[in-house]
């Protein structure tokens, strides 16, 4: 695993904007970064990544059940206890996911270490499967990438499968697609979303998570009034769960993607459990509840992290008792969960961190992101990579 520097494309921003990535930029600061990419050996990837990655998406499956079966680890989750039945149905039915990420650390000689699990509303979908295999198409074009070059790409072709699968199983119905107002990159990432279950033949609509509306049948409904019966959601289900027309959710004949039981793998409580069930996994860093620090008096670091906590928001390192970094954020009321700290490999003078994507239980590509700090967040920068 190498970071190597390469001439930007002369013509890359007008092609972002051409393309639809207007949020390639933010805040004035580059995100999509190409001035270096990160290159591979094929047995890094399927060794250390890809098999790593499914293995470990079992085990996390093995924990949502077990998290479904037990009123104690419910409130150990902080789900909200009248929307335990809501949860465990969709379990039970079998209700089906669309995607998910799994962040680890890893240098290319170490066993690649999990951080956590982006299983609700994992973002870098579109930098992952179409820009950056844009980018490689486009140097090994002008010749200044080996014709032999590859990537751990599949994203696109398995998020296009899916959603043809998906339609099989829910037929006859519109997929809406939402998300917030006033995030470039959260509209970027639906809006390629709803492009794949486009090519997949699926009738879609959009809706801001602001505009939902329910009938006078308690139904959702859009704002043109139009009943939403199959809806993709960039919109964490905690959240859901507060929304004013979170009430209306267990009495409402409507698919869900991701479903419901994903509040549970998202969930940062996962990682204690996992550490429970498979103590000394390789690709597993020691975690614990708050009330089991005491099983972890032997480690001098530890990562102190929200149950809901994403895009590294209210992260803090504890050394030897004293907070030495800290991210901000709305998250924490909820509780915390402690991580053994496992510094992110550095390549320069940056952090970097591994997204490895799953699409229907199948690793299906990675994503790169560096940060001149140890925690990745929401502006760290995106970088591409290739397999020689």
């Not at 093995?62 to 149905?89: G, N």
């Not at 994992?122 to 074009?141: C, K």
């Not at 009321?333 to 550095?346: R, S, V």
């Amino acid at each position: 695993m190498f970071k190597m520097p390469i001439q930007e494309r002369t013509n890359w921003q007008e092609l972002a904007e051409e393309f639809g990535f207007q949020f390639h930029t933010l805040y004035g600061e580059r995100y999509w970064d190409e001035r270096s990419y990160y290159q591979f050996s094929l047995e890094q990837i399927e060794n250390d990544l890809e098999q790593p990655t499914e293995d470990i998406h079992q085990m996390c499956l093995a924990i949502v059940d077990k998290v479904l079966k037990s009123e104690e680890l419910l409130k150990r989750f902080c789900i909200p206890e009248k929307y335990w039945d809501f949860i465990h149905s969709s379990w039970k039915n079998g209700d089906p996911s669309l995607y998910s990420r799994l962040d680890f650390a890893y240098d290319g000689k170490s066993p690649a270490k999990l951080y956590e699990n982006n299983a609700d509303t994992p973002t870098s979908v579109y930098e992952t499967g179409f820009w950056q295999w844009l980018w490689l198409e486009n140097h090994v074009d002008a010749g200044t990438l080996p014709r032999g070059a590859d990537q751990f790409n599949a994203l696109q072709e398995k998020l296009v499968n899916r959603f043809n699968d998906l339609q099989t199983l829910t037929p006859d119905r519109l997929l809406h697609f939402a998300c917030c107002e006033g995030s470039t990159e959260d509209r970027g990432t639906v809006q390629y979303l709803e492009d794949c279950a486009k090519a997949a033949g699926l009738s879609t609509a959009f809706v801001h998570i602001e505009e939902i509306g329910v009938s006078d049948t308690q139904q959702f409904t859009d704002i043109h009034d139009q009943q939403i019966t199959w809806m993709f959601k960039l919109y964490p289900w905690e959240f859901m769960f507060e929304e004013e027309f979170g009430s209306y959710l267990t009495h409402n004949n409507l698919r869900w993607l991701e479903p419901p039981w994903k509040s549970i793998l998202s969930n940062k409580g996962l990682l204690p459990m996992l550490w429970k069930e498979f103590k000394g996994h390789p690709n597993l860093l020691p975690a614990f509840f708050e009330d089991e620090l005491h099983l972890a008096s032997d480690i001098p670091s530890l990562v102190k992290k929200p149950l809901f906590s994403r895009e590294g928001a209210n992260i803090s390192i504890i050394q030897n008792g004293q907070e030495t970094t800290a991210s901000h954020g709305p998250y924490g009321e909820e509780g915390f969960i402690y991580q053994a700290t496992h510094p992110l490999p550095k390549f320069g003078e940056n952090h970097t961190l591994i997204g490895s994507w799953l699409v229907d239980d199948e690793a299906a590509g990675i994503s790169i992101r560096e940060d001149s700090g140890p925690i990745t967040q929401d502006m760290s920068r995106y970088l591409p990579h290739i397999i020689v």
